[in-house]
């Protein structure tokens, strides 16, 4: 029976735990939501991914077991049903094609028979991806500013004393030794080794 019971779906990553969109604020947004509109609450739909991913297991799952076991899907933010506009938009599509309703916390339900509330997810949406666009963009113009005062982005390149790297070889250490003793990978050796030849040629 899907008559009154509704799925929900969260999604974290590493980097939002650290801002305001963590699993415990987006399942209270939800809860209250349901609460004010006596909705009832079925199941929840949670994937924890990194901020790159574009695997989504339990969201395709979501959208799958939304056609036949729940009336509709509530989300706490519209980014949430898609990592940028066109998804969010090809989201919406596979929804609307079920008959089943879309519930945004942020600004309630999107009835798919009226325009206004069509448009208004456009909208949203739009908004949505230029707020991370302009994030994105903040992110890439710190870098580079970074880049220019230090020299380049990233942990500080480690030394690597040739001098007793060249003693411990003759002492008989192999590379994945001498990786050890200068805390690198070895990968990472082997490519230090490759610079400091490139050099003396």
């Not at 735990?17 to 699993?23: H, I, L, V």
């Not at 901020?51 to 706490?76: H, T």
């Not at 916390?105 to 009835?111: A, E, K, L, S, T």
Request: hydrophobic residues 30%; positive net charge; aromatic residues 12%.
């Amino acid at each position: 029976m899907s008559e009154n019971r509704y799925c929900y779906y969260v999604r974290v990553s590493t980097k939002e735990q650290e801002e305001k969109r963590t699993y415990e604020v987006q399942i209270n947004e939800v809860k209250k939501y349901a609460e004010s509109l006596d909705l009832i609450l079925s199941t929840e739909y949670r994937d924890i991914m990194s901020g790159k991913s574009k695997k989504r297991p339990k969201f395709n799952q979501m959208l799958q077991d939304l056609k036949s076991n729940y009336k509709g899907v509530i989300v706490a933010f519209v980014d949430r049903l898609g990592r940028d506009f066109v998804e969010q938009l090809r989201t919406y599509i596979k929804i609307y094609d079920t008959g089943k309703e879309i519930h945004v916390v942020d600004y309630g339900r999107v009835n798919q028979d009226n325009l206004d509330d069509q448009f208004k997810y456009i909208i949203e949406s739009y908004f949505s991806a230029k707020e991370i666009e302009r994030h994105s963009d903040r992110i890439k113009g710190g870098i580079e500013r970074y880049k220019k005062e230090h020299g380049r982005w990233g942990p500080k390149k480690k030394e690597i004393d040739w001098e007793l790297f060249e003693r411990l070889e003759r002492q008989g250490l192999n590379r994945e030794q001498l990786a050890r003793v200068f805390e690198m990978c070895r990968t990472t050796l082997y490519r230090r080794i490759k610079e400091e030849e490139d050099k003396e040629v």
